[in-house]
């Protein structure tokens, strides 16, 4: 044999194993299941919970049977989510023949003690049942959710007992409900793939799948077909594959819990996805009895009308359907629309002038038709300035009374609990609005503006909330950094293919601004507009010093020439700005101020390379500084520059 110490530095060591407990958690863990405290190898079967709580007398779905002669090996699992895995040790080693050949004898003995336990759990469920008698729709947990027994039985001790079937129509485990609601597996039962039905299947089309016993028959109850029961979310999915399988001509539909934690919609819609079915999701907290108890119409919500949804292409276009407008050419009725603009740029006070004119009653705006009408204004950041603005437009347009509600914060609309907080408040007004507006839509959107799947999270919640009031959505949106991204929106190009109408407010000199439609999906595009921000001081208000308080108004001034590139010096101002914003908008002496720094690190973070940030910031080569100081829009002032165009100057002191 050959000499091989010297690989160990002239002493033999064999691999060494982790120790067995240890290799047998670890496996229990990677398949999901909670390890009990306490394992036994000796090669019987021991159950265990797998979910105890701390509640005594919990049932114990988890198993294992574990030998601890020779190689150790054996078998563990979980009846309820269906986890069944053999186990054998890692020695360190490759086993020799004889050793593989009993751990396939201990496995199988493990099989057979596990199947065995399972047929005698079966055969006791069975005899339960069988025993049982019928319980009375006045039990008191189902009296107090409203529903009748469907078949469920009692035991002695007056818990409700509702059956698991396997796919096959095994009787596999049994569901104890006490009074309270308290619900128990049968020790040991298999709940995997299991369900029951509440009503029959005979000639069914349409098939629903739910959790719980109550939601399933409330949802019977209903609609007067079949429901079946799954028993937990993780369940959705293999019992909605056995529906599938048995009734390849069926709709089934999914009717997913409204849970804080998304688990049910999560399974309802990994389960639509494989097997063909459609979801439903409970639109408030909650499940479909929760929805009924509350007085919701749970069968429209099931069941929509779909009486009058396909017309003829002849009828459709013999009567002609003219566009309404809230503002005519600006603004459409039952629309969602969006203005963006740069921070800063204008964008909130023309939204404004806007929706001012609606709530105070207007009947005219620049020159067109205004159909007036209650607005929300859903505002996420800026309270206390957009305050002042609507106090100088009340002052400067001589208007009393506003039909206008505004939010005290924002939320996040495309959440459940978001969209329902939105819905209710609103709903809870006297009158219905004609238009919300969010402002911003950073500010009420959960996750990120970039993704398709939180743009349509958001652009569903605008939709739900166009259905819910027959109103418009106006949602208030940035541009992006880079000059080229001035006249779109940031984010998604989802958010473009959505919208009805879009428009930009485009920052110019000395405080004017130009409103240009982007997109009008129904109608052509408007001419873009000329405006500029009109100082008020508003009467009555000072600040802490005594200083009367100053905001301003949007004012129209007439048609805005053709668009045209502003060239360099609108570029340099474009990135100036973005310093001064992103460096804190530092003062000295009361004017705009930036620092060599904070200009240097902007044009970094815009991409530009090292060099060009230095030539950039060199007055003698006549760059991005030395064009600015020439055009006098900035002069040097300590490590940096002050802004000096009066224009600039005002639209800064105006919107901060």
């Known amino acids: 044999m050959a000499d091989v110490t010297h690989i160990f530095g002239g002493a033999f060591r064999p691999p060494v194993a982790r120790p067995v407990m240890d290799q047998i958690r670890d496996a229990m863990a990677a398949a999901g299941i909670s390890p009990p405290a306490m394992i036994q190898m000796d090669g019987k079967l021991h159950r265990f919970q797998t979910a105890s709580k701390g509640k005594p007398g919990y049932d114990k779905p988890g198993w294992y049977v574990f030998h601890a002669d020779g190689v150790p090996a054996g078998m563990f699992g979980d009846w309820r989510s269906g986890v069944t895995q053999l186990w054998r040790a890692d020695v360190g080693r490759p086993l020799t023949v004889e050793e593989e050949l009993a751990v396939t004898r201990r496995q199988a003995e493990a099989r057979a003690a596990r199947d065995a336990l399972a047929n005698q759990v079966a055969d006791t469920v069975e005899a339960i049942w069988m025993q049982a008698g019928a319980a009375s729709d006045d039990h008191p947990y189902l009296a107090r959710k409203g529903v009748a027994a469907h078949g469920l039985r009692i035991t002695g001790d007056g818990r409700l007992i509702a059956p698991l079937y396997s796919p096959d129509g095994k009787l596999s485990s049994l569901q104890y409900i006490d009074a309270d609601g308290g619900k128990l597996y049968h020790a040991s039962g298999v709940t995997r793939g299991c369900m029951w039905s509440v009503g029959v299947f005979d000639s069914a089309d349409v098939i629903y799948i739910a959790e719980g016993f109550a939601t399933a028959a409330t949802i019977h109850e209903v609609t007067k077909r079949p429901c079946i029961v799954s028993y937990s979310a993780s369940n959705l999915v293999p019992v909605t594959e056995a529906i599938r399988r048995d009734y390849p001509a069926a709709r089934l539909v999914i009717v997913a819990d409204n849970d804080a934690s998304g688990v049910g919609q999560r399974y309802a819609e990994q389960a639509a996805a494989r097997y063909g079915a459609s979801v439903i999701v409970i639109p408030v907290p909650g499940d479909a009895n929760d929805y009924r108890a509350a007085g919701m119409d749970l069968d429209a919500l099931l069941n929509p009308p779909i009486d009058g949804w396909l017309i003829p292409a002849d009828d459709f276009a013999a009567q002609p359907a003219p566009i309404e407008w809230l503002v005519k050419g600006w603004l459409q009725a039952h629309a969602l629309m969006m203005v963006h603009g740069p921070s800063g740029g204008g964008k909130t006070f023309a939204v404004l002038d806007w929706a001012l004119h609606l709530a105070a009653g207007r009947e005219e705006w620049n020159g067109v038709k205004v159909r007036p009408g209650p607005v929300v204004y859903l505002a996420g950041e800026g309270h206390h300035g957009l305050r002042g603005r609507v106090a100088a437009w009340k002052q400067h347009h001589k208007a ?84 080229e991204a001035q006249h779109r929106a940031r984010g998604s190009s989802a958010w473009r293919g959505a919208l009805d109408i879009e428009i930009s407010i485009v920052p110019g000199k000395a405080g004017a601004l130009e409103i240009v439609q982007r997109k009008s999906k129904d109608a052509e595009l408007l001419q873009p507009l000329a405006a500029c921000l009109t100082g008020v001081e508003i009467t009555g208000w000072v600040d802490e010093d005594g200083a009367p308080v100053r905001s301003a108004v949007l004012e129209v001034t007439g048609a805005a020439e053709t668009e045209k590139p502003g060239g360099k010096i609108a570029e340099y101002q474009k990135a100036f700005q973005k310093a001064y914003e992103h460096g804190g908008r530092q003062r000295l002496d009361g004017a705009p101020y930036v620092t060599r720094e904070q200009l240097r690190q902007t044009l970094t973070g815009f991409g530009w390379p090292a060099g060009t940030v230095r030539n950039n910031l060199n007055v003698n080569q006549g760059k991005l500084i030395g064009s600015l100081v020439l055009a006098e829009f900035i002069a040097p002032a300590g490590d940096g ?4 165009e009066p224009g600039w100057v005002a639209v800064i002191n105006v919107t901060e």
């Open 641 to 644: 520059w002050v802004i000096i």
């Open 400 to 483: 009393d009374r506003l039909q206008m509600w505004l939010s005290r914060e924002g939320c996040d609309l495309n959440t459940s609990e978001g969209r329902h907080r939105v819905i209710e408040h609103i709903r809870a007004l006297p009158v219905t609005p004609r238009l919300v507006i969010v402002d911003t839509l950073h500010r009420f959107l959960s996750g990120d503006e970039n993704k398709a799947t939180d743009t349509k999270s958001m652009l569903d919640a605008c939709a739900a909330v166009m259905r819910e009031f027959g109103c418009s959505v106006l949602l208030v949106h940035h541009t992006g950094v880079s000059d």
